[in-house]
C-alpha cells in the first residue's frame, strides 16, 4: 500500500493527525467537561440521586478509603446514603481541568467542601467522551485538601 493510501484509509476512518483536535477545540472540551462536572455536582445540591447516576459510565470506578465501589449500580448504591435527607453533606467545583490531545479523556480537580463551604478534600474526576459527545466519568477518587497544581 503506498503512504498516500495508507493516509487516506487512516484519515477516512478517523486515525491520525487530520482527527486530534486543535488547541481551540481541546478549549472547547475542557469547557464542555467543566460544565459536566458542574452539572455533575449540582445533582448533589439537588438532592437527585437518578441524575447522579445519568453521568456514570456502565464501567465507572469509584475510589476512597482504600476501597472502589466498581460499576454504575454499586456506585449508586454505595452513594445513595449522600442523596438522602434534605442537606447536601459536601460539594465540589472543579478548579483544573485538562483533556488528552486525542479529545478521549479529561481530568477534572477541585475542591471538596463541607456544607458551612471548609474546604476538606480534593476531588480528582476522569471523564470520558463517548460515542455522540456525551461526556461520562470512569474513575473518581477524593484525597484530603491539596493545592494540585
Not at 475542591?111 to 480534593?122: E, I, L, M, Q, S
Request: hydrophobic share 40%; aromatic share 8%; with cysteine.
Amino acid at each position: 500500500m503506498t503512504r498516500g493510501l495508507l493516509l487516506l484509509v487512516l484519515a477516512l476512518i478517523g486515525v491520525g493527525p487530520a482527527s486530534l483536535p486543535t488547541q481551540a477545540n481541546l478549549a472547547t472540551l475542557a469547557d464542555q467537561v467543566r460544565d459536566t462536572e458542574r452539572a455533575f455536582a449540582k445533582t448533589m445540591a439537588d438532592r437527585d440521586h437518578a441524575a447522579f447516576i445519568s453521568f456514570l459510565s456502565d464501567e465507572a470506578v469509584f475510589m476512597s478509603e482504600g476501597e472502589a465501589l466498581r460499576g454504575k449500580a454499586a456506585i449508586a448504591s454505595g452513594w445513595k446514603r449522600f442523596y438522602d435527607g434534605p442537606r447536601a453533606p459536601f460539594s465540589w467545583d472543579p478548579d483544573r481541568v485538562e483533556v488528552l490531545d486525542s479529545g478521549a479523556l479529561a481530568l477534572s480537580s477541585g475542591p471538596v467542601r463541607d456544607p458551612n463551604g471548609k474546604r476538606v478534600g480534593t476531588f480528582n474526576s476522569v471523564w470520558r467522551r463517548e460515542p455522540g459527545g456525551a461526556w461520562k466519568i470512569v474513575f473518581d477518587k477524593g484525597c484530603p485538601p491539596c493545592d494540585c497544581r
